[in-house]
Structures are given as C-alpha cells and as structure tokens.
C-alpha cells in the first residue's frame, strides 16, 4: 500500500521558518504531479504549492515568494520550505501524490501554527 507521511510541522513565530517533508513508500509506481495541500479550522482546503515531474512548479498567491517546493527523484521525497510566517498560515498541511494509474495519495497532515 502506498503512503505518504509529512513531517517536521510545528509551532513557529511570526517570521519564522520551517522545513515540512513527505516521505513516499509502498509499491513502485508512475507519479506525475506531487503538491501540499493546506486547511486552516472552518476553511476550505487549498492548494499551496505543485511541482510536476518536469521539475515545473506553481504556487499559490499566497505563499509566493516565501515558500519554495522541492522534490527528490529517487525516493519522490517531498519538501515544503517555509519562510517569512504568517499567522494566516497556520494550518494542517498535506502531501499528495498523483499517479499514473492508481489516482491521488494523500498523506493525513502536519499542523503548522505561526503565533504573533
């Protein structure tokens, strides 16, 4: 069974950094697209950040300019680099993984909050 797990979430100060990972394991597949994912209590989930297998990567205009993600190609690693933290952005954060064959894998989330 595939999994994704995210990591390294916590509590921050305003202008603060932090560093989520998602490690991928399970069978081998075909990923063509991971992401993250974020959703604050009472709000709708929203889409923070994409990068394709051709490296290409989207972000959300919220979060451009402070965060960067990045992906390894042997294990498909995920990484989220935040900086320059807000407030707004405390949230469960979530990878996914999109397939070839076998559709999107989400992972079940690390809590990010950014305190004033």
């Known amino acids: 069974q595939v999994q994704l797990v995210e990591s390294g979430g916590g509590l921050v100060q305003a202008g603060g950094s932090l560093r989520l990972s998602c490690a991928v394991s399970g069978i081998v597949f075909s990923i063509k697209s991971m992401a993250w994912y974020r959703q604050a209590p009472g709000k709708e989930r929203e889409l923070v950040a994409d990068?394709?297998?051709?490296?290409?990567?989207t972000y959300s205009d919220a979060v451009k300019g402070r965060f960067t993600i990045s992906s390894e190609n042997t294990n498909h690693t995920l990484y989220l680099q935040m900086s320059s933290l807000k407030p707004d952005d405390t949230a469960v954060y979530s990878c996914?993984?999109?397939?070839?064959?076998?559709?999107?894998?989400w992972g079940q989330g690390t809590q990010v909050i950014v305190s004033t």
């Open positions: 996914t993984a999109d397939t070839l064959f076998r559709g999107r894998f």
């Open positions: 990068i394709n297998e051709d490296e290409s990567t």
